[in-house]
């Protein structure tokens, strides 16, 4: 990773009481811990918008603002797309 490219953002959809989100958890943290991104834990308890947008989907996976998984974490699939966003150019700003 250099210093004019971001860390990739991995941002993380729960709720209390979830077991899936639970496991999700587990697995986004040891990921992290391996593989060094920046982790956006959010619990959508309590706001009716991330309840709305999330319930039915939770846990929900994001990475760089991209929809990536729903449900369950494929820990292989986070490793590629993880990979791919620390290999890709960095775009100049206009």
Sequence with gaps: MTASQPMP?????HA???HLCERALAQV??????L????????IDGS?????RYRELIPVVELDG?????YYVHEDAL???????????VRPSL
């Design 36 to 43: 060094g991104f920046e982790l956006d834990e959010v619990a």
């Design 66 to 70: 991209e929809l990536v998984f729903t």
């Design 48 to 52: 009716p918008e991330l309840e709305a």
């Design 16 to 18: 209390a009481g979830c």
């Design 29 to 34: 943290r040891a990921l992290q811990e391996e």
């Design 9 to 13: 953002q991995v941002s993380l959809y």
């Design 79 to 89: 490793r590629r797309r993880l990979g791919n966003a620390q290999t890709r150019p």
